[in-house]
């Protein structure tokens, strides 16, 4: 089984991965960035380094989505192969960081990709406001993040929420400003308990924060 964990840079992806494998027992899968040769150098000249940074990202995940499609175990996956192409690339292109002509290059192989393969069983999305993803980044402290421009944030934020509009797959929304689910172990349950509602049939217990799921 294929769960992914979607949202924009610094929302909590890799934290939520982190406490859902260990919870559940399930095999994480972590997006490379410490190990990302063209990261720092995008960071520094975004139109240069912008497609490389995309392709890199995409034959990592097509990767990951071919080795997890063939597993029989419980995967969790931090990041999708989806936000690469819907997301991230497009955002580039529409800011200007990324040529027509390398935009429709990567378009057609994204296309192909996804040709091969099927949609996660469960999509879990945390929706969190720039102010939350500012104070999130900041707090990190990765050294390649701190010129990261807030418009190119914005532009992130409004592509996922046109992107999470229109998935037609099994989804659960998070509000990453009010479930903290790193600091608070209620806020922790009410995501497990949603989880268990989407994928076992067990029925969810209803936090005090009063946020709801989507389907």
Not at 57 to 68: A, G, H, S, Y
Not at 70 to 83: G, N, V
Not at 109 to 134: A, C, G
Not at 156 to 169: P, R, T
Request: glycine share 6%.
């Amino acid at each position: 089984m294929h769960i992914a964990v979607a949202g924009n840079i610094g929302c909590g992806k890799t934290t939520l991965t982190k406490m859902l494998a260990k919870h559940y027992g399930w095999e994480p899968r972590f997006e490379s960035v410490e190990f990302n040769p063209y990261l720092e150098d995008f960071y520094a000249d975004m139109s240069r380094w912008s497609f490389n940074l995309q392709v890199f990202f995409l034959n990592k995940r097509f990767k990951d989505v071919v080795e997890i499609a063939q597993s029989d175990k419980y995967i969790i996956q931090d990041r999708t192969i989806y936000e690469d192409a819907r997301i991230f690339a497009p955002n580039l292109h529409d800011q200007g960081y990324m040529s027509d002509r390398d935009f429709d290059n990567y378009r057609d192989l994204f296309d192909l990709m996804m040709s091969l393969v099927k949609m996660p069983d469960l999509m879990i999305y945390i929706r969190s406001s720039i102010p939350t993803l500012v104070a999130q980044i900041q707090k990190r402290g990765r050294a390649y993040e701190s010129t990261m421009r807030i418009d190119y944030l914005q532009g992130l934020s409004d592509k996922y929420e046109a992107w999470i509009s229109e998935y037609k797959g099994r989804l659960l929304i998070i509000d990453g400003d009010k479930i903290k689910f790193g600091d608070n172990a209620k806020d922790f349950r009410w995501v497990t308990d949603h989880i268990d509602a989407e994928l076992f049939g067990l029925f969810p217990f209803e936090a005090e924060t009063g946020v709801g799921k989507e389907i």
